[in-house]
């Protein structure tokens, strides 16, 4: 199965600003997700990245997986206040699954804060 | 129903006591998962079914733990003799045919075990 690690653990930006959040695996990714949680709430699909190289964008937020397919990165741009929460990338548990289907090994997480 | 549905929200239990959680999916949704969540960490899969079939519990911790779906739709995790390691968030999810990798999460239920 996999393990990711995210980075930062935690970031606070000011509003506007741009940032970067990064999943990092040790093993091939096929499938890489992000998922964004609001505290309180249940995981929102952000994206899914399965081609090294692929690069999709969802409003602001903009993520990649490099082309080793080893790491994923997630960028928002002009941040806002609804940017934050706690971003997790999440990746198959098994490498010959595919959309989650199996289930997913998640990361620790990153908590976003954006200060007014 | 429109979401996820999970119940109860929270639950307060003494160790030793069963408890049992609830999911409701996604009308329709042939796949339900089971997640746990300790404070702080991502969520850690449990289980999960294929309709009423459970396709893989090599998750879940322990033989105090188990799931059902009987009938397809509405699944249940019960938790045997709590211990308060048990303590954390259990989250479920469903999602449809296709592969885009999305989950429909519900928003989980709080154990304390006390």
């Known amino acids: 199965s996999q393990e990711l690690e995210q980075s930062p653990q935690s970031l606070i930006v000011q509003e506007g600003k741009n940032l970067t959040i990064n999943c990092t695996s040790s093993k091939t990714l096929y499938g890489l997700y992000w998922y964004k949680q609001k505290y309180g709430e249940g995981l929102i699909f952000l994206m899914m990245l399965q081609k090294g190289g692929e690069e999709k964008s969802h409003e602001k937020i903009t993520a990649k997986l490099d082309e080793k397919k080893q790491q994923s990165s997630l960028h928002i741009t002009a941040s806002q206040p609804s940017h934050a929460g706690i971003y997790l990338c999440?990746?198959?548990?098994?490498?010959?699954?595919?959309?989650?289907?199996?289930?997913?090994?998640f990361g620790k997480g990153t908590h976003l804060i954006i200060q007014p | 129903g429109a979401g996820v549905s999970q119940s109860p929200r929270y639950k307060v239990t003494k160790r030793g006591q069963d408890v049992a959680l609830r999911c409701d999916p996604i009308?329709?949704?042939?796949?339900l998962y089971w997640y746990r969540q300790a404070l702080g960490q991502g969520p850690e899969f449990l289980t999960y079914?294929?309709?009423?079939?459970?396709?893989?519990k090599s998750g879940l911790p322990n033989d105090r733990f188990s799931a059902e779906r009987p009938e397809g739709s509405i699944s249940t995790l019960t938790i045997q003799r709590t211990e308060q390691r048990d303590s954390a968030m259990y989250r479920c999810a469903s999602s449809g045919a296709g592969v885009n990798g999305e989950l429909f999460f519900g928003e989980g239920s709080r154990l304390t075990v006390l």
């Open positions: 999440g990746a198959d548990k098994y490498w010959y699954s595919g959309g989650g289907a199996d289930g997913l090994t």
């Open positions: 079914f294929n309709y009423e079939a459970q396709q893989d």
């Open positions: 009308s329709g949704h042939v796949s």
